[in-house]
């Protein structure tokens, strides 16, 4: 009665927030709070003072008993303080149980070393089941999984806690964030900035334009911004760069300003998401469930006589894999390292609890130098509860459950788990912060997108000089199929009709007086020396027409030196020529300068 009152106080007490207390467990019984500090100083007791505190509410009924316990293995001195043994923790609650029952144990070991299987020949258990079934020993020490079919075969006691079912695998890679650039915003959201871009630039020019339309004779507000500058300050603006505009109308200056205050809030979250992702790194894990073991092209082994080969048994997807030569079970003589090495070599995952491939994990981190080269996965909602287990009928687990009860309640055999366990953490998936440092591979879509940019400016570039040579070649081919201009139709052709007189005279004027005119290019001295000859008329004109002289220099390379000579000042082209007061511009007809 007294047992079942503690556990009573227990249990509705064991939500209570801990806080610092020293009563005595005379005093448990006196109020809410006193139940409270109870549970507190429980978890602050040693093992010897709960062994104090549980003689004075349990019976004495074992006292002077031996009791024959099955065991996996021995609990030897090397077994219980190495730190790869998550199982030695069921140890630690006989000892207590002991102390507490005044009772002395004879440890019995299995074989083979497991919880036990049904044989497929006559339906007999194997292990710690199998002794239990055969009534050679009282009860277990170590906990035995819960399963279906063991329920039916032997009495479990109080669950003491829960043994998730993980696979061991080799170590992914990290994974390579080839998407930095585009991962701080969803394809919604680049979709919308696109579209906001190739809208913006022709909506601000549509706007100006509109505005002058609607005051044509204003001096003011008559400027128009060019379709390609409103393009490039949308541009620009996304780069936050600056831009050499000047709207004036009230309406431009509103879209500026919207332009920028968007600008400004779209680059201060790119900015957050962007440092937020670089600065946690992970890894990608490409098997987290047994379906996605069965997509891979890997075996999987798993212990052969223990819970594990129930619960592969109870897998159609992992039976599948069996009968496909795709798994296999190992038997307990394989040592952790030859299976470690096994997963290492990526041919091959390992299936088990948890808490034994983490100590396996670990045990081959610090032997081989502090390398991680496996990696454990947990399978959701996969797990058993652990328990001690008894014969049929045995009124032992009877006297030990409320104090187990006791205490699972106060949080004492979580603790005591939870001390047994191994540290996985440094070999745990880093999804912490890494530093400021980044790789090489995370800056690979930045060089990609620099690679496209020089790769379209120089093919570009290559277009632009097809384009030329293919124009010039087009034109010099029309301009041989013509007749050669002559000289005096050269003079009408280029030069304008409303240049200055005396220039226009001196123009006119023999070629002999070129030199007056014309720089050196267009002076002909072949011409200057036919002149000079006697086949001339008394006026100084040759025999045959001026226009239909033969020339050295042929009149192509005469139009070619006067284009070179032709200049555009504030958009209209000048042709420079030589007079008494040196270089004078003439103006050139638009289509004639061409």
């Known amino acids: 009665m007294a047992t079942t009152r503690a556990f009573v106080h227990m249990l509705v007490n064991s939500v209570c927030l801990p806080h610092d207390s020293s009563i005595t467990p005379e005093q448990w019984d006196a109020t809410t709070s006193a139940a409270c500090d109870a ?53 630690r609650v006989i000892d207590f149980l002991a102390g507490v029952f005044n009772f002395s144990t004879e440890f019995v070991p299995s074989q083979p070393a497991a919880g036990g299987v049904p044989s497929l020949s006559d339906g007999s258990w194997t292990g710690l089941t199998g002794q239990l079934v055969r009534k050679e020993v009282n009860m277990t020490a170590s906990f035995l999984a819960a399963t ?50 190739l809208l913006m630039g022709p909506l601000i020019w549509l706007i100006i334009r509109f505005r002058v339309w609607l005051a044509p004779g204003d001096v003011h507000l008559n400027r128009i911004i060019p379709l390609t500058s409103c393009i490039w300050f949308v541009y620009g603006g996304l780069m936050k760069q600056g831009t050499t505009l000047q709207p004036i109308t009230h309406s431009s200056r509103m879209l500026f300003a919207t332009w920028w205050i968007y600008i400004t809030v779209l680059t201060a979250f790119y900015t957050a998401n962007l440092t937020a992702y670089l600065t946690f790194s992970s890894m990608k894990v490409e098997i987290e469930t047994v379906a996605d073991l069965y997509a891979s092209e890997q075996a999987w082994l798993a212990p052969a006589g223990d819970s594990i080969q129930m619960f592969v048994d109870g897998s159609m997807t992992l039976r599948a894999m069996y009968e496909q030569g795709r798994g296999s079970f190992i038997s307990d003589y394989e040592t952790p390292a030859q299976i470690v090495r096994k997963v290492r070599g990526g041919g091959y995952v390992y299936i088990d609890e948890v808490t034994k491939l983490k100590a396996m994990m670990m045990e081959d981190y610090h032997k081989s130098n502090q390398t991680c080269s496996v990696y454990v996965v947990t399978l959701k909602d996969q797990y058993f509860k652990l328990a001690l287990a ?42 912490s912060i890494q530093g400021t440092k980044l790789r090489r591979s995370e800056l690979r879509m930045v060089f990609w997108v620099m690679l496209v940019a020089y790769g379209s400016a120089c093919g570009l570039l290559a277009l632009e000089l097809t384009l030329s040579w293919l ?33 226009h005279r001196a123009w006119m004027e023999p070629a002999g007086h070129m030199s007056s005119i014309w720089a050196s290019p267009f002076a002909d001295p072949h011409l200057d020396g036919r002149r000079s000859k006697g086949n001339t008329s008394p006026s100084g004109d040759t025999s045959k027409p001026e226009d239909q002289r033969a020339l050295t220099r042929s009149d192509r390379e005469v139009i070619q030196d006067m284009r070179s000579n032709i200049r555009r000042i504030n958009g209209r082209p000048y042709m420079f020529v030589r007079s008494g007061e040196g270089l004078q511009p003439v103006p050139v007809d638009e289509d004639r300068a061409r």
């Open 39 to 91: 549970v507190t100083r429980s978890l602050r007791s040693s093992d010897g003072q709960l062994n104090e505190l549980a003689r004075g509410i349990n019976p004495e009924i074992l006292r002077g008993q031996t009791i024959r316990m099955a065991v996996k293995r021995l609990p030897t001195p090397a077994f219980l303080s190495s730190p790869f043994e998550p199982d030695r923790w069921s140890f």
């Open 148 to 197: 279906s079919g063991r329920i039916d075969a032997v009495a479990f006691g109080q669950t003491v806690g829960h043994s998730q079912i993980g696979l061991l695998i080799q170590r992914p890679t990290a994974q390579t964030r080839d998407d930095s650039l585009l991962a701080p915003f969803t394809s919604q959201v680049w979709i919308v900035i696109l579209l906001s871009m």
């Open 390 to 431: 008894a014969p049929k009928g045995s009124p032992l687990l009877d006297v030990f459950d409320p104090t187990l009860q006791w205490l699972v309640m106060t949080g004492i055999l979580p603790k005591w788990s939870q001390d047994a366990a191994v540290d996985s953490a440094p070999c745990e998936a880093s999804d």
């Open 471 to 503: 124009v010039r070649r087009y034109r010099r081919g029309n301009t041989q199929s013509k007749d050669p201009p002559t000289i005096s139709g050269v003079r009408h052709v280029v030069l304008h009709a409303k240049s200055d007189s005396n220039v």
